[in-house]
Nanobody
Framework: VQLQASGGGLVQAGGSLRLSCAAS????????MGWFRQAPGKEREFVAA????????SDAASLNGRFSISRDNAKNTAYLQMNSLKPEDTAVYYC???????????????????WGQGTQVTVSS
């Protein structure tokens, strides 16, 4: 079971990035997916989650709709589209799988079983 996050990089404030999370060794369609981020010295923070079939999504209210999560089960890949990026979005972004979907989606790191290695996103002002 492996999750490979990619697509991070350096971008100017106001720009966009799309992160990908490719699964190998298992069918991503068997799991709900989530994205988290962690900035230096801070706790891991929920970003967005998507149900296994894509029917429901959940995202952090603090993002004000700037980010959106999606998935393509045929490609065994999940995505995080990030728009209007701000310097405070700078962090390592992680994708993860979960079998849980409580009301409002799985938002806690301990609800997730498998994690990717993370991809660095740096937003310059």
């Amino acid at each position: 079971v492996q999750l490979q996050a990619s697509g991070g990089g350096l971008v100017q404030a106001g720009g966009s990035l799309r992160l990908s999370c490719a699964a190998s060794g298992f069918a991503l369609s068997s799991y709900n997916m989530g994205w988290f981020r962690q900035a230096p010295g801070k706790e891991r923070e929920f970003v967005a989650a998507i149900m296994w079939n894509g029917d429901f999504t959940s995202d952090a209210a603090s993002l004000n709709g700037r980010f959106s999560i999606s998935r393509d089960n045929a490609k065994n890949t999940a995505y995080l589209q990030m728009n209007s990026l701000k310097p405070e979005d700078t962090a390592v972004y992680y994708c993860a799988t979960t079998s849980e979907w409580p009301y409002g989606g799985a938002r806690r790191p301990n609800e997730y079983e498998y994690w990717g290695q993370g991809t660095q996103v740096t937003v310059s002002s």
